[in-house]
């Protein structure tokens, strides 16, 4: 697409960037009914993403496109051409397993496994085969929690269950339970939605620093809170991607009206 | 909505606040209050009926529980049985018939005639012999050694002495007594008039009797009434001058009817005679009667034996020695006899006073010892009540639930995972599903035909056997164990999936790690339900042949077996009161392995909800 390279802005990015994920055509049906119409965006390494846009816009739809989470509603199709690292997601040689490993994701409501933190964490890297010994099971749970921001607040009780965390904790314990698979993108469907203020802040502080190590797409309500965590933002309008550029721009500057209608609060 | 805005807040309070708000708002709770009215009492009228339905059956059950053994001196011994119990195929042989018979026998050396012998045989269970044997065979030091085996007695003798077969009661002697014996009847005299009693009893007898042939003799005379009526009829078609062949029949019947109008005449007076001659023998107080066995009877407790009345008038009697008394007993004070007067006549029981006697004989040597019936909970079917046993029907349940739960379980489990998460949601799956579901509405019976034809007649697999029972019940749970996993499936909330799913498991570690765990209680809950219908199915086994008759408890699933309702079924059929007994008391180790197999489906239950 070639409006979205002609926004790419050089200094916006802090290192020479390289397109992660990318969708091309994108299209979306549930079953007759259209959900995303020939969407093209590009997911830069070392990023943060935001969707935005009001609600059934299609921002979440696009997000489980990028680890086909949408293989599961049988009446769903994807046309277009989505890839990671230049290689069709929705190629037949690509097996979803592996690609869910390398993209993962956190939910809207945090949804730990009724099973001990421990577990929660370690469930991952147990399924893959990351780990030979409990020793390194060990490790990549404790350093998965620490990166969470959780470590601190549950190292004594990590034989209890996951579910008896507060809701800020659990989501905290999803993204760690996200991060030790190692993927190389997480995707999060408004992770903050259900939290108060304050663990919202915490988990921004998060994605913020995840930044490092992931590419991050986050689907978000809160116009702030895109503004803050992302470094580039999408709007969704109808199922069409009306707008994308570097955050500040989009913000600051959008090009187009109904952006400009959004983030001003007039549409929605 | 300007009113509202507008602020009319009086008005607006007063929708919620007025006289008619009250009265809607008093009739809501009325109805609240209704209903909870009809639940409480619903619930109250079932719990009230289960206690019933329970207390009936325990009650009717709880005496097949223990039993009666008698433990007579058997002489086990080189001499009787033929060896010294060192050879295993010699005790096989011997006769414990014979060693039984001449046991009981001894006891009663003064029972001599044949029709006598027979029936003291028969206080004794018939397996009693069968039983001995078991016992010398499984410890054969018995032979020649000084324990007492024991033996069962017979299930009337059995009901007698749990008091199930006649009410009595005694009276104390009021009289002196003299006795005479002419040959073997005791002609008894009284200086008072002490058989009063039973003398009323006996006409109480004929005035039933003669009450039903009075009643007779009225309907002897209807029929009477009707042929009379029939002749005139006839009478008045010919007077009207018919035809030569019509006049020929008519005339054919009437004197037909006229031959039938008098002999309803002679019985009708052949009634009244008999009537009016018992009227008289009831209204003659001083007559004495013979005591017949549709008449109380009566026992006199006299001279160390016993002597049952064979006729009485007021103050004399006739009786025949049912123990021996004493050889030169000529009188008796008022303290030294009593009388016996059993409530149910002789001729409407199944156990002779006879008998009665006897019994009360082997109780007061100490042979009877009442147990714990061993033999009802270790022993297969049997047409005699006091050898048949409930465990040849529990074990052949317990083959049966076995192969049933290992066929539908992980069956109908696999099924319903394929169904709820696999299978694509088309109109095959929508077919497949209304099928099951209405397979689990098909009658039993259709799924045991299902069985006979196919299983049995096809396959040719063996009848009978627990096997094929089970893969037939197996048929019959299916559905209810695929609706009910399927129902337990689909209430995991779809987060856990996405949760899964979404770190990369597969679709069967989704399943397999998360989902099913999650609705073990649920699949858990419906498969107790599909085992407890199984577990009281009838019809469809009847059809495979596990009705049949099998001695034996079962050892293999391919052994003959039948379960416990179909015993219970069978046993219902039986007219013995023992088997009634027996009936009810299988009805509560049916519920007992039914409440077995619930807590164990409870635990379970526990153990996976504990897991979060």
């Known amino acids: 697409m070639s409006v979205a390279t002609d926004l790419k802005q050089p200094e916006a990015q802090p290192s020479p960037e390289s397109v992660k994920m990318a969708g091309r055509n994108v299209s979306v049906f549930y079953g007759e009914k259209q959900a995303l119409f020939d969407v093209d965006l590009d997911i830069v390494e070392n990023q943060v993403v935001s969707l935005i846009g009001p609600s059934g816009c299609g921002k979440s739809t696009f997000l489980r496109c990028l680890n086909r989470m949408n293989d599961t509603i049988d009446i769903c199709r994807v046309g277009g051409e989505i890839t990671l690292d230049g290689q069709d997601i929705y190629d037949k040689a690509i097996d979803v397993v592996e690609l869910r490993a390398r993209v993962g994701m956190v939910f809207q409501k945090p949804n730990p496994f009724p099973k001990s933190i421990y577990e929660n964490v370690a469930y991952g890297p147990r399924i893959h085969g990351m780990t030979s010994t409990k020793d390194e099971l060990d490790e990549i749970v404790t350093t998965s ?52 203020p304050i663990a919202t802040a915490i988990i921004e502080e998060l994605i913020d620093e995840l930044r490092e190590r992931f590419t991050i797409v986050i689907v978000t309500h809160s116009m702030q809170q895109a503004a803050r965590v992302s470094q580039k933002t999408a709007f969704f309008h109808l199922g069409k991607l009306i707008e994308e550029g570097p955050t500040e721009q989009i913000f600051t500057n959008p090009h187009h009206q109904k952006t400009q209608d959004y983030i001003t609060g007039r549409i929605g | ?34 209903f909870k009215w009809l639940g409480r009492s619903a619930i109250g009228v079932s719990v009230a009926f289960l206690l019933l339905l329970l207390s009936s059956v325990v009650s009717q059950g709880i005496p097949a529980f223990t039993f009666n053994f008698a433990q007579l001196p058997f002489q086990l011994n080189a001499e009787t049985l033929g060896t010294d119990g060192s050879d295993a195929n010699a005790l096989k042989k011997a006769d414990y018939d014979g060693l039984v018979r001449n046991t009981i026998r001894g006891e009663f050396p003064h029972v001599t005639s044949r029709k006598g012998k027979r029936l003291l045989g028969g206080i004794l269970s018939s397996g009693a012999p069968v039983y001995l044997r078991q016992q010398v065979l499984d410890d054969p030091s018995l032979v020649g050694g000084t324990k007492t085996p024991e033996v069962p007695i017979s299930d009337f003798a059995d009901l007698y002495l749990k008091g199930q077969i006649t009410p009595s009661s005694y009276v104390d002697g009021g009289a002196n007594l003299t006795f005479a014996l002419d040959d073997k009847s005791y002609s008894i005299v009284a200086d008072q008039p002490v058989f009063t009693d039973q003398l009323k009893a006996a006409k109480a007898r004929l005035a039933v009797q003669a009450a039903s042939l009075r009643d007779e003799q009225a309907g002897q005379l209807r029929s009477a009434a009707k042929l009379e009526g029939d002749i005139v009829a006839y009478k008045e ?56 066995a549709d008449m109380p009877s009566a026992l006199l407790y006299v001279g160390g034996g016993v002597l049952k009345l064979t006729s009485v008038t007021n103050s004399t009697a006739t009786a025949e020695a049912y123990m021996p008394v004493a050889e030169d007993l000529s009188a008796a004070a008022p303290s030294d006899w009593r009388l016996r007067n059993m409530e149910v006549v002789e001729a409407n029981r199944k156990f002779s006073d006879q008998e009665i006697v006897w019994t009360d004989e082997l109780v007061e040597r100490g042979y009877i010892r009442n147990g714990f019936n061993s033999i009802f909970f270790s022993r297969g079917a049997s047409r005699e009540p006091e050898m048949a046993g409930v465990w040849g029907a529990v074990v052949g349940s317990a083959l049966t639930l076995i ?122 809950t419906g498969t107790i339900i599909g085992m407890a219908q199984a577990l009281g199915e009838t019809a469809p086994l009847l059809m495979i042949g596990m009705v049949a008759f099998v001695v034996d408890v079962p050892a293999a699933f391919s052994d003959p077996a039948t379960v416990l309702p179909v015993q219970i079924f069978m046993w219902a059929d039986f007219p013995e009161p023992a088997f009634q007994q027996r009936t009810s008391a299988a009805i509560m180790v049916l519920l007992g392995f039914l409440i077995a197999m619930n807590a164990i489906a409870v635990v379970l239950r526990k153990k996976f909800e504990r897991r979060w």
Request: glycine share 8%.
């Open chain 2, 403 to 524: 192969v049933t739960l290992a066929l539908s379980f992980p069956l109908g489990v696999a099924a319903a995972i394929y169904l709820e998460e696999f299978a694509p949601k088309n109109r095959w799956t929508t077919l497949i599903e209304v099928n099951i579901n209405n397979l689990a509405a098909v009658p039993s019976i259709v799924f045991g035909l299902l069985g006979l034809a196919v299983f049995l007649n096809y396959f040719e697999l063996d009848r009978s056997a627990p096997y094929v029972g089970g893969m037939v019940l197996a048929l019959m749970t299916l559905p209810t164990i695929i609706i009910a996993s399927r129902a337990a499936l689909r209430a995991v909330p779809p987060s856990i999936r996405e949760a899964a799913l979404g770190i990369g498991a597969s679709r069967l570690q989704t399943v397999t790690h998360h989902v099913l765990p999650l609705a073990m209680p649920g699949i858990l």
């Open chain 2, 237 to 292: 078609r010919l007077a009207a001058g018919p035809e030569a062949d019509v006049k020929e029949r008519l005339e054919k019947s009437l004197e037909k009817t006229e031959e039938d109008l008098k002999l309803v005449r002679v019985r009708i007076e052949q009634l009244a005679s008999k009537a009016d001659e018992l009227d008289a023998r009831i209204a003659n107080d001083g007559l004495g009667e013979t005591l017949t």
């Open chain 1, 145 to 196: 929690l620490r990166r969470a921001g959780l470590w601190e607040e549950v190292k004594d009780r990590l034989d209890q269950p996951g579910t008896g965390l507060s809701g800020g904790q659990q989501q905290r314990l999803c993204i760690a339970r996200a991060i030790a698979t190692k993927p190389e993108v997480l995707l999060m469907d408004e992770p903050c939605s259900a939290l108060d």
């Open chain 2, 1 to 34: 909505m300007t009113d509202l805005a507008g602020g009319n807040v009086q008005e607006i309070n007063s929708i919620h606040t007025s006289d008619e708000a009250r009265a809607r708002l008093a009739k809501r709770y009325r109805a609240e209050g209704n």
